[in-house]
């Protein structure tokens, strides 16, 4: 094994990189919106939509203004509100359960399985007379097992709504994550796949209806013409501005999936088959899942100490969402039997992986967590 470099500076996330790597791209596509004032639903919104739409491969996309509001829209859209159920994992962002609370509905928290994404079996126990839709959480840039979860959907007459604001591009068996069920969202927060400057979201359907009615929720509840007011709406608009940085960004994400691909091989090499850890599947590990790795979590049950370790050595390291589960947050009351998300959430860590990792801080980070969990440093 090489000797650990005890001077590397390994940040989580360099946010001034998210400007610098096409600052002329961006700057060109700014003033674009800027010069003429088309501030509001212009021209780059609506190609914006339509090349999003193309890239996951659905029919309509619809650019709010951050995957918080795109979920409490598209359950609002779907007929989910007062007295209702919805299903959500324990291990996701407060956004999923917020969104379903915002749309007068009870979120209901579920366990994970192995994967650490939703347990389908889990899930389909939870079920009520009054659920109506089941939210995977497409995390970490990859997508759950969604034949699983669309049968046990079937089985009760529900609607799966996807949040998958954590993985644009990832694939299960082929197919996009976000548009497996009714509806999917993505987020564009700064430090996402594809990240705006500021907050950013957006819906994918292939449902007209659906895809209608989120329109006008998220103009004030206006159709297009005239500013007829058909229902109480709400203002979420993608900014322009952001849309068209987003386009950038999204000519250029092929380049981005690769890089994360190759920081994630470089991890999973170095870090397969150690005792004690945890490491995703690696690239190339399955046929069924494409991952885009928004981020490398892995889980280790000495988890305090190696993060402490790698602190020491200048590597930063996250415990994603303060390595709390939606039931672990008294405020919001949520109670759930979740053994295995309890477990995960005592365990989990996420390792820098964004676009500005090279490869040498890689194996540098690697390097790192192998020297403590292999050569007895724990
Ligand atoms: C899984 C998940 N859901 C929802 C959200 C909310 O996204 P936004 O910040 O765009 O509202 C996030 C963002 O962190 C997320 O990771």
New binding site residues.
Partial sequence: MRAVDTNVQVPFFRYSHVFGQHREQYMAALLRVLEPGAFILQEDVRLFEQELAAYVGCKHAIGV???????TIVLRAAGIGRGDEVIVPAH??V??AA?VHWAGATPVVCDIAGDNLIDPVHAESLVTSRTRAIMP???NGRTANMEQVLAVAARHGLQVIE????ALGSRFKGRCAGTWGRAG?????P??LIGAFG???AIVTDDDDLAAEVRLLRDHGRSGHGGEVQRWGMNSRLDTVHAAVLRVKLRHYGEEVAHRRRVAAIYSQALSGIPGLWIPPGPADSDAHYDVF?NYEIRSQHRDALRAWLEQRGIRTIM??AGKGLHQFPALGLRAHVAEADRFFKECLLLPMNSSVTDDEARSVADAVRAFCVDGNQ
């Avoid at 203004?65 to 979920?71: E, F, H, S, V």
């Avoid at 969202?185 to 927060?189: D, E, G, L, P």
Wanted: avoid cysteine.
């Fill in positions: 203004g951050n995957a918080t509001d795109a979920l996701t962002f956004a999923s969104a959480v497409q995390l949040d998958s604001s954590q969202v993505f987020s564009f927060y430090a996402k907050d950013a979201g928004q994603q969402w």
